[in-house]
């Protein structure tokens, strides 16, 4: 048993605290990290709100790198001494998804069994299955994926949530290819990686839609050819007049409301794909005429967790990154210790920094 600190949510909406955290040896099948960095996301904000689920305490922290520091057994391939990003989909091979050769959707994604703890025993449920805002933490075996140790852990660590989520949203699930025309509506750091994603796949069009000039003036270093301040004009007539009053192929939702949901439905070309990477709540509707859907033809889709194969997609972006190909180190606002954790909140709200970076 190993005791560390770590961020914990305690009650809904109440400001976390910094307490002793009781971590695991690993047992089979297991891996302990030794955290380096872990990036600051919207999602850790939601769960201290309760808005992911009412298991509290919460662990929070899940964008994060680090070094394997020992391993259970039945731990394939992982020895100590690696450097991994945790991620949180860890494909079981048996699901109906993994079996039909689809582990990118896994349905019953891998975590490790022991529980870490309170002093106390009480048991803490780690967001998103991982729990990285924590000297330690203890994951399943496959959520630790191997990349290539001269990546800076401060960025490689984005890689495990939001940066994957919007890369995967435009070159997974969007399957933009080169010459394609995008439009990414919201640039926060997913909206941003969906950009970085677009180039990174030759689209010759990206569109980047905000109401934030500053987050747009970002937008542009990460690759947006143009940009809309939906604030001053409207993104569809603005979207439209950018490529020919057609619309773009591929539209990416990277807010998760029904108003910008409805931009990137009637943004797009004929034919062309939605996709919705931006968390919407559970009292959000949507209303389009049935018609319309069916008229514009094309695809509607979800991206969860930018439909990525961890095992795949890691290393590679890792290499792409150190290639000086793709600017990860662009995503990392500011490094802060654990106890800075709340106060980054506030920035994150505020639209101040595309990432604050807990390093260790
Ligand atoms: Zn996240
Ligand atoms: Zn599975």
Redesign the pocket.
């Known amino acids: 048993m190993n005791e560390v600190r770590g961020v914990i949510a305690r009650r809904k909406g109440a400001p976390v605290t910094i307490e002793p955290v009781m971590v695991p040896d690993p047992g089979p099948g297991e891996a302990l990290v030794r955290v380096q960095a872990c990036?600051v996301?919207?999602?850790?904000l939601h769960y201290r709100e309760g808005a992911i689920n009412d298991d509290f305490p919460f662990l929070l922290g899940?964008?994060a790198a680090g070094v394997v520091e020992r391993v259970g057994s039945d731990a394939d391939g992982l020895a100590p001494g690696d450097f991994v990003i945790i991620a949180w989909r860890a494909p079981c091979g048996g699901c109906r998804s993994c079996l039909r050769g689809r582990p990118w959707y896994c349905f019953a994604s891998r975590n490790a069994k022991q529980p870490m703890t309170l002093q106390d025993s009480t048991p803490l449920s780690p967001a998103?299955g991982i729990g990285a805002f924590a000297e330690l933490t203890l994951v399943d075996s496959g959520q630790a994926v191997k990349v290539d140790p001269a990546a800076r852990p401060e960025a490689a660590g984005l890689v495990?949530?939001?940066v994957m989520?919007g890369l995967g949203a435009a070159l997974n699930t969007g399957g933009v290819s080169r010459g394609d025309s995008v439009a990414v509506i919201g640039c926060g750091g997913v909206g941003d990686a969906a950009i970085a994603g677009a180039r990174l796949a030759g689209a010759h069009t990206i569109i980047a839609v905000d109401i934030d000039d500053r987050k747009l003036e970002w937008a542009r270093e990460f690759g947006a050819t143009h940009t809309i301040n939906g604030a001053q004009t409207d993104p569809v007539e603005g979207i439209r007049e950018i490529t020919g009053g057609n619309g773009v192929n591929v539209a990416i939702e990277a807010v998760g409301t029904p108003k910008t949901y409805e931009q990137a439905f009637y943004a797009r070309d004929l034919a062309g794909t939605v996709v919705l990477v931006g968390v919407p709540s559970p009292d959000m509707k949507i209303e389009i005429p049935l018609l319309e859907v069916f008229g514009r033809g094309g695809t509607l889709k979800s991206s969860w967790y930018g439909d990525c194969l961890p095992s795949r997609d890691f290393p590679m972006l890792i290499d792409l990154y150190l290639q000086g190909r793709l600017d990860l180190d662009r995503f990392v606002s500011e490094t802060i210790s654990l106890d800075d954790v709340e106060a980054s909140f506030h920035k994150m709200e505020q639209g101040e920094v595309l990432r604050s970076v807990v390093v260790f």
């Open positions: 990036g996301c919207h999602t850790d899940h964008e998103l495990g949530c939001g989520a």
